[in-house]
């Protein structure tokens, strides 16, 4: 499975910013794969950020962006999304795209089997 992540940049406080992950590869429809965003800041651990089922009708996400971001896939472009409003300088992170064979919302890295390169998201005046 491979995954490719992109739309990071620099961006103002109070900006947005709409990253992709596109599963490139795959050993079955993306639509069995349940898919995760993490970021990683400098200096700091990996820390979740977002997740959705497979299906689509479940998120979670992290307390830090609740409110401010919106996860989402479109199963037909085999594509997840993560729409970042509002975002501040502690948003500054490499965020990564995960998938699971899970069927469950999984919220942790360890419930995730592939990861994606990563892509770097500034928050900067």
């Known amino acids: 499975v491979q995954l490719q992540a992109c739309g990071g940049g620099l961006v103002q406080p109070g900006g947005c910013l709409k990253l992709s992950c596109e599963l490139v590869?795959?050993?079955?429809?993306?639509?069995?794969?349940?898919m995760g965003w993490f970021r990683q800041a400098p200096g700091k651990e990996r820390e979740f950020v977002a997740a959705?089922?497979?299906?689509?009708?479940?998120?979670d996400y992290a307390e830090s962006v609740k409110g401010r971001f919106t996860m989402s896939r479109d199963n037909t472009k085999k594509k997840v999304y993560l729409q970042m409003n509002s975002l501040q300088p502690d948003d500054t992170a490499v965020y990564y795209c995960?998938?699971?064979?899970?069927?469950?919302?999984?919220?942790?890295?360890?419930?995730?089997?592939?990861w994606g390169q990563g892509t770097e998201v500034t928050v900067s005046s």
């Open positions: 590869t795959s050993r079955g429809l993306f639509s069995t794969y349940g």
């Open positions: 959705i089922t497979w299906t689509g009708a479940d998120t």
């Open positions: 995960a998938a699971t064979r899970s069927s469950l919302l999984e919220v942790v890295d360890s419930g995730f089997d592939w």
